[in-house]
């Protein structure tokens, strides 16, 4: 059906329905800029919460990366940011084929729309003017007919009347005939002037307002038609990214799937491992009889410890699942600086300050970080080197010369750093070289044993964990508890100080930095003398000559006994 044909004469409400159809397609435009910032927001907001949740780079980073639920964590916040990403990549399509082409047409719409009603408002003007026109026509025919008529009968009565002189008979004929014949030109202008209007009458509303009509019909069907392409725009601008968005959750589910708990908990033990064998078991004390050590090669003897101490006074320890509760000595608060200078010192170049198997794992990982930048100095010098050769062939290109500074630079920077790793795998051989084989790590938990079997008072008791307990987790803190109670523990006059005789002899596996009171620095390959046994807390009393002596972890040395203090 044709609007031309069907409604010519509904101008009026042709012209609402087709303001209406503007102002839904700015209804939809509004719609789809909104969405539009949503989808902006949303990806805001997903963005800003992969970062948050981002591990921060630092030591941890290291830690975390190298457990695989850690980095299936971090996979999926890199997805999670990879599909905001197509939520933006959604709004700027919204924005570039939806938004600023509706918005373009819509403009180009109100300009049609109104070009058309004009012309149909002309058209409806130009009716009107000859429907008046012929108003006037067919009125000025009805007065001059009347005229006519009147002038007729004048006339006759005129000539009736025997009254009236000859003259004004001929007079009254004369002005009958004019009234006459300008009733008739009236009548033929107004039979010209309704053949006009009939004409344009039946052109207007069979040609021009069907013409119009069809051409508003045709711009509402391109107005609707516009509208659904948008609509249909609409859903594929989602559907283009569903591929990607498929690919981003996926990722997710493989990083979830590669978590592997097995491996993560052996990542534990990589990670804290000290390389050290446990104590030996706590053997039964008997106070019922006087005490009398034990002798054999794996202890040590001390001419102290024959003393009977009262049973009362001791407590037995269960390292390291029951904390020592008692308050330290008066001579512990002295080392407070120590402490501090200990938690707060750097960490040695050497790493000197872990467990040997902590040790090496350190110092081989410096050591491949060593070889990748060794390796990125050697790349730079290639391509500096070809393109030195580059400007060589080809001088107009640039200055071989310019490229030598750099050059030095990098070789200066390459001998450096195969200095520093070179000076770490010697210390990693060292460490490699002096680790304990299982018969010397036997043997030691032999000697810790027997240790573990002896009488002790109350200081003693009261000591922090054994030897083989000595790991990375022991903080200086607990270090210096365990000096302090050896400290104060100890005979306060200098005689009875002096009075400590050699009980055997040690050699020195690791350099150790005495830095708090009552210890004493060695240096690895060192021997000394010892004139204490370790008592249970990890440190053992040693004298370097008559004015040198004080403790040292036990697991720094390797004790070796005398024939003399084996006899004895």
């Known amino acids: 059906m044709s609007w031309g044909t069907e409604l010519w004469d509904q101008f009026d409400n042709l012209e609402k329905h087709t303001q209406w159809g503007i102002e839904y397609v700015d209804k939809y435009t509004k719609f789809v800029k909104e969405r539009s910032e949503i989808e902006i927001s949303y990806a805001k907001q997903i963005r800003n919460l992969s970062k ?76 009107e003017s000859s429907w008046k026109q012929l108003e006037s026509c067919k009125k000025k025919f009805e007065r001059d007919c009347k005229e006519a008529d009147r002038a007729q009968q004048h006339f006759e009565r005129m000539d009736a009347d025997i009254n009236v002189t000859k003259a004004d008979v001929e007079k009254a004929r004369q002005q009958a005939q004019v009234r006459h014949q300008m009733a008739a030109d009236s009548k033929n202008d107004y039979h010209s002037y309704l053949q006009k209007f009939n004409q344009e009458q039946h052109e207007h509303y069979y040609t021009v307002i069907p013409n119009i009509f069809q051409n508003l019909q045709d711009m509402e069907e391109k107005r609707i038609e516009r509208l659904g392409v948008c609509m249909k725009t609409f859903a594929e601008v989602d559907r283009q990214v569903l591929p990607i968005v498929g690919k981003c959750l996926d990722g997710m589910t493989s990083a979830a799937e590669g978590i592997e708990p097995k491996t993560d908990s052996n990542q534990v033990v990589e990670s804290y491992k000290s390389g050290f064998e446990p104590p030996g078991d706590v053997e039964f004390e008997d106070y019922g009889q006087a005490m009398k050590r034990t002798v054999s090669e794996n202890s040590l003897s001390n001419s102290r410890e024959s003393k009977e101490k009262p049973a ?59 070889k990748k930048d060794i390796q990125k100095e050697m790349d730079q010098r290639d391509a500096l080197t070809k393109m030195k050769d580059v400007y060589v062939k080809n001088p107009q290109m640039g200055d071989p010369a310019s490229v030598d500074p750099r050059l030095a630079e990098i070789a200066m920077n390459i001998e450096k750093l195969q200095s520093e790793e070179q000076k ?23 000697i810790y044993e027997t240790q573990n079997s002896t009488v002790s008072n109350n200081c003693a008791q009261d000591r922090e964990s054994p030897d083989g307990s000595y790991t990375e987790e022991q903080s200086a803190e607990t270090q210096v508890k365990a000096v302090a109670n050896r400290t104060s523990c100890a005979p306060e006059s200098d005689d009875e100080f002096d009075e400590l005789e050699t009980i055997g002899t040690c050699k020195a596996l690791y350099t150790f930095e005495g830095q708090n009171e009552g210890t004493i620095s060695v240096t690895e390959g060192e021997l000394l003398y010892v004139i204490e046994e370790d008592k249970g807390d990890g440190w053992t009393r040693v004298r370097r000559n008559e004015e040198e002596e004080g403790y040292v972890p036990t697991s720094y040395i390797e004790v070796l006994l005398e024939t003399n203090a084996k006899d004895s």
């Open 52 to 127: 948050k949740y981002q591990p921060k780079k630092n030591s941890k980073e290291e830690e975390e990366s190298k457990y695989t639920f850690c980095r299936a964590f971090l996979t999926s916040l890199n997805e999670l940011n990879d599909y905001a990403g197509q939520h933006e990549v959604i709004a700027e399509n919204l924005t570039s084929q939806i938004i600023t082409d509706l918005t373009r047409y819509l403009q180009e719409l109100k300009a049609e729309r109104k070009s058309h009603f004009h012309d149909g408002r002309k058209a409806q003007q130009q009716l």
């Open 312 to 370: 009362g006074k001791s407590k037995s320890k269960l390292w390291p699942f029951i904390k020592n509760k008692n308050k330290l000595s008066l001579k512990l608060i002295t080392l407070n600086s120590h402490v501090r200078s200990l938690i707060e010192g750097s960490v040695p170049e050497d790493f000197s300050h872990l467990p040997p198997e902590q040790r090496r794992k350190k110092l081989q990982g410096k050591i491949d970080e060593l």
């Open 424 to 446: 770490f795998e010697n210390w990693l051989a060292e460490v490699e070289e002096r680790m304990p084989s299982k018969s010397e790590t036997h043997r030691k938990s032999v």
